[in-house]
């Protein structure tokens, strides 16, 4: 699964666990943008991936970790390569 497929689905899945339908999220999107970006019709801006995670109560991160650990290397792998690549720039931040 593509990146641009994979995002779509990641955010369905997370709108879904959470219980919420397309409506729910009137403060910050409309229902057709919504099923657009859940169709991988649009991409959101940063900012708009925050309002939508703020609606749903999941970081920003949660969101993006579930679109990129979809494909074979999944979740675990992403979030230990993030931890490596963060690790190495604070030590390097400091030198």
């Given amino acids: 699964m593509t990146l641009k497929n994979s995002f779509p689905a990641a955010l369905k899945t997370v709108r879904k666990a ?3 339908s397309q409506e729910a999220f009137s403060d910050v999107s409309s229902r ?3 099923s657009s970006l859940e169709r991988g019709l649009k991409s959101p801006t940063l900012s708009k991936v925050a309002e939508l995670c703020e609606v749903m109560d999941v970081h920003p991160l949660t969101l993006l970790t579930l ?3 979809s494909d074979s290397k999944g979740v675990g792998e992403v979030i230990e390569r993030v931890q490596r690549e963060l690790a190495a720039i604070q030590a390097q931040k400091r030198k």
């Fill in 32 to 34: 057709t943008y919504m």
């Fill in 18 to 20: 959470r219980g919420l």
């Fill in 67 to 69: 679109a990129y650990g």
